[in-house]
């Protein structure tokens, strides 16, 4: 049995699932993963596209270590510090809404929770369109908008009241539009947790025409998405939309728990003081990691190097398809790249035979049938090339096949 697995399973919900039951480290450096034993693992997971400038990158951990001696908590609401107001100013410069301004929760659900309370209450409109195939989060109202896996929502009925799900079909949300009441529609650029598809083109654009047209705010969430993944700041940026409000956390803060709930000053000034808080929110240090993180990613030209080096392994990935019709599709942008083989169970044997091989690769999609390759944005060619032929090792060795 290994080291910490007895204990986990004594001690610990078993509610949690997992990718791999045996996997046990004790450190990270960069895009390697350490395991108990000192084995190194070259991580193309980053803890679910979260460690988006490598595990422990110095400038970071530096400037958690700096905070954690200055201030670890207050709570914006007692007293103003800088790290919060810092990051709200770094954020406006990067996202595409003009006059940005952020609230700070602690991760991706919650950042959900205040875009879908902001929606309702900045435009006193009770309904939210998500679309299917969507994930934002385990809250029960980010659970309500959740779809990408069915046992997600099972056993919580009832969800929250006047949620609708639609396809990415306008006619369907037009007719939501005109028939409900709706304060927000919620969209994910490239479903995450529901297999790396990309949201159409003209579909995202005609959604933000029917939200212009019925008064109702979109709200894209970038919590996967954000911060260089896709090649670029945000994926907003790929379908030449500015929305209304965006939600993030993930790669915000380098895994620091962090989320923001980012909209204009003008909407927020519908928002008003006391109509939701947070103690945590916007913590000193993890507003720290995250100034940091956004100032290594400038620095280090890593949304540039997420653009080049995805493009390169998605072409390298397209390959491999060519090569093995086990291989079904090859989806995404940037460094969030998708290869879909439409059978869980390859997937998992391939899953297993990379991580004998220290390359540790997770799923994704409605069951399971996906491979996700999200590294760290500073991953270099070499180690691309090192976890691309593992993978065709994996795919093109049998008997899994
Ligand atoms: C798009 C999206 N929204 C929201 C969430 C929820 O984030 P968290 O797990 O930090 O609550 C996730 C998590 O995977 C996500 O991918």
Redesign the pocket.
């Known amino acids: 049995m290994p080291k910490l697995l007895e204990k986990f399973k004594k001690y610990t919900s078993p509610v949690l699932g997992r990718y791999f039951p045996d996997l046990e480290i004790k450190g990270g450096k960069g895009s390697y993963l350490i395991g108990m034993d000192g084995k190194k693992y070259l991580d193309f997971s980053t803890g ?2 979260t460690t988006v400038v490598g595990h422990c990158h110095p400038k970071v951990a530096a400037a958690v270590s700096k905070q954690a001696k200055q201030l670890m908590h207050i709570c914006i609401g007692v007293a103003l510090y800088e790290p919060y107001i810092k990051l709200a100013e770094e954020i406006s410069k990067i996202v595409p809404i003009k006059n940005a301004q952020s609230f700070f929760c602690q ?6 929770e205040s875009a879908i309370k902001l929606a309702k209450y900045s435009t006193k409109k009770p309904g939210i369109i998500a679309f299917k195939g ?6 029960l109202g ?1 659970l309500s908008a959740t779809t990408s896996k069915m046992k997600y929502r099972d056993g919580y009925d009832p969800l929250l009241q006047e949620f609708y799900i639609s396809e990415f079909d306008l006619a369907q949300v037009e007719q939501l539009m005109q028939s409900h009441s709706i304060a927000g529609a919620i969209l ?1 650029p490239m479903l ?2 529901g297999g790396y598809i990309e949201a159409p083109l003209e579909f995202v654009k005609g959604l933000r025409a029917l939200c212009d047209k019925y008064g109702v705010l979109l709200i894209l ?5 954000g911060f260089g993944h896709t090649g670029a700041w945000f994926a907003a940026e790929h379908f030449g939309i500015i929305p209304d409000i965006m ?1 993030m ?2 790669g915000i803060a380098s895994g620091l728990p962090l ?1 923001a709930c980012v909209a204009s000053a003008e909407l927020m000034a519908k928002w008003s003081p006391g109509a939701h808080g947070s103690t945590f929110g916007g913590n000193p240090v993890s507003c720290a990691a995250a100034i940091a993180t956004i100032s290594v990613i400038k620095s280090e030209k890593l949304v540039a190097n997420a653009k080049k080096l995805g493009d390169y392994l998605k072409k390298k990935l397209l390959e491999l398809k060519e090569k093995f019709p086990a291989i079904k599709e090859v989806r995404g942008r940037g460094l969030m790249l998708g290869v879909d083989f439409g059978d869980s169970n390859i997937v998992k044997n391939i899953l297993n035979y990379c991580l004998e091989k220290q390359l540790v690769l997770i799923s994704t999609g409605a069951d399971g049938t996906v491979i996700r390759f999200v590294p760290a944005l500073n991953i270099n060619k070499k180690q691309i090339d090192t976890a691309l032929s593992i993978f065709e090792q994996a795919v093109s060795s049998p008997p899994s096949l």
């Open positions: 679910i596209a991760s991706g659900s919650e950042a959900v969507g994930f934002h989060g385990r809250t980010a994910e995450g947790e969430d970038e919590v996967q998405t939600t956390a993930k989320g």
